[in-house]
C-alpha cells in the first residue's frame, strides 16, 4: 500500500503540472463523445504483457495509474515490480540512477480519441524519458465500463487499466 501512496503523490504532482496552462487543451471539449467521456478519469494498472509475456524490465506485477481529464490532458506513471534498492548517497552513482529508471515509464501531455481506428493518441509534452516526447498511439478496447485494454499499434503488448472508483 505505500508503494501506491507515494506513486500516487508522484502522479498527483505530474498531473498538477500537466494540468497547468492556459486555455482548453488539444484533446476533448464540452462536446465529447460517449467514448471520449469513458475515458475520463483515473485508471490502475491491472496487467502488462509484452508479446503475450511478462517483461522482465518490469516484473510481474508492475504497478501504475494513468489519468484523462475532460479537457484534454492525460498523464501515465508506470512502476516495476522489482528491487529498487535506495541510493547509497544523497545523489546516485550511474548505475543506481540507471536502476532507477529501467521499465519504469512517466509522461505527461494531451490526448486524443479516433473513434473510427479505435485508437488513442497521447501527445506527450513531458517525459522521465527525454527522447520519448511527441505522440504515441494506442489501440483501445472497452472490456467493460471499469476496464480498458491499450495496445500500442508497433506491438502486441496489452496494457490493462482499471478505473479507480
Known amino acids: 500500500m505505500h508503494r501506491v501512496g507515494t506513486l500516487g503523490g508522484i502522479f498527483s504532482m ?18 465529447a463523445s460517449d467514448t471520449a467521456k469513458r475515458f475520463v478519469g483515473t485508471w490502475r494498472l491491472v496487467s502488462i504483457t509484452a ?8 516484473g510481474l506485477h508492475p504497478t501504475g495509474l494513468i489519468h ?10 508506470i512502476m516495476p515490480d522489482r528491487a529498487r534498492p535506495k541510493f547509497a548517497g544523497t545523489q546516485p552513482t550511474p548505475d543506481e540512477a540507471k536502476m532507477a529508471i529501467i521499465g519504469y515509464t512517466a509522461y505527461f501531455g494531451t490526448y486524443t480519441i479516433d473513434e473510427k481506428a479505435r485508437t488513442v493518441t497521447h501527445h506527450r509534452t513531458g517525459s522521465i524519458n527525454p527522447g520519448n516526447l511527441g505522440d504515441v498511439v494506442r489501440r483501445y478496447e472497452f ?5 480498458v485494454i491499450l495496445r500500442p499499434v508497433e506491438s502486441m503488448n496489452a496494457l490493462t487499466w482499471e478505473r479507480i472508483k
Not at 484523462?68 to 506513471?77: E, I, K, L, S, T
Not at 472490456?143 to 476496464?147: C, E, F, M, P, V
Open 143 to 147: 472490456a467493460s465500463d471499469d476496464r
Open 14 to 31: 505530474v498531473s498538477l503540472i500537466a494540468g497547468l496552462g492556459a486555455g482548453a487543451a488539444r484533446g476533448q471539449s464540452d462536446t
Open 68 to 77: 484523462y481529464d475532460a479537457n484534454g490532458y492525460m498523464a501515465a506513471q
Open 51 to 58: 508479446d503475450g509475456k511478462t517483461d522482465p524490465d518490469r
